[in-house]
Antibody, heavy 121, light 110 residues
């Protein structure tokens, strides 16, 4: 079974750093991109960026370029999303998911269970 | 402001049929496949439809998808209270070189 299991909820203060994880299993990790998707409270889904674990090639959506860093460790089939200095506006649920092999086929499946990030002083 | 446009909400009675629209442009829907996702309250999105009209294993045939030009439609027949959820369309945007989603549509089964 293809699975993506994310790390647990986080409560952080503004200015702190954070790295959340997404552990993949049940498929060849290096053959598929991983995408991170943000869902702010009561809002829709936003495509943040993708990484190909085989060579860590990354592409960020313009809104997220420079705001976050996406990385992966293929030795432990895990992808990461990190912030160097959190803001209150980063409070959201973050999902990792696996896009279709051909990105332009445009579908995403499966999804991780989500990681709730709360940034509050 | 989402790249793809969906109605904020739709509603229908149990047993009835509902459709949800998704509008885009030639850089996304017009030249790429459309997918649909169901997000039940408090859960992660789940793939319902991919490549315009294909259903993953386990998705009942009450759910259907279609595409015409730069718009797509999700259809749900035989509505059940368990179908109450947010529904999102998604596709690839060739100009952005990124995936894009609609703003989501909340389905209420009255």
């Amino acid at each position: 079974e293809v699975q993506l299991v994310q790390s647990g909820a986080e409560l952080k203060k503004p200015g702190e750093s954070l790295k959340i994880s997404c552990k993949a299993s049940g498929y060849s990790f290096i053959n598929y991109w991983i995408v991170w998707v943000r869902q702010m409270p009561g809002k829709g889904l936003e495509w943040m960026g993708i990484i190909h674990p085989s060579d860590s090639q990354t592409r960020y959506s313009p809104s997220f370029q420079g705001q976050v860093t996406i990385s992966a460790d293929k030795s432990i089939t895990t992808a990461y999303l990190q912030w160097s200095s959190l803001k209150a506006s980063d409070s959201a649920i973050y999902y990792c998911a696996r896009p279709s092999v051909m990105l332009r086929d445009g579908w995403v499946d499966p999804w991780g269970q989500g990681t709730l990030v709360t940034v509050s002083s | 402001q989402s790249v793809l446009t969906q109605p904020p909400s739709v509603s229908a009675a149990p047993g009835q049929k509902v459709t949800i629209s998704c509008s885009g442009s030639t850089s996304n829907i017009g030249n790429n496949y459309v997918s649909w996702y169901q997000q039940l309250p408090g859960t992660a999105p789940k793939l319902l439809i991919y490549e315009n009209n294909k259903r993953p294993s386990g998705i009942p045939d009450r759910f259907s998808g279609s595409k015409s030009g730069t718009s797509a439609t999700l259809g749900i027949t035989g509505l059940q209270t368990g179908d109450e959820a947010d529904y999102y369309c998604g596709t690839w945007d060739t100009s952005l070189y990124a995936g894009v989603f609609g703003g989501g549509t909340k389905l209420t089964v009255l």
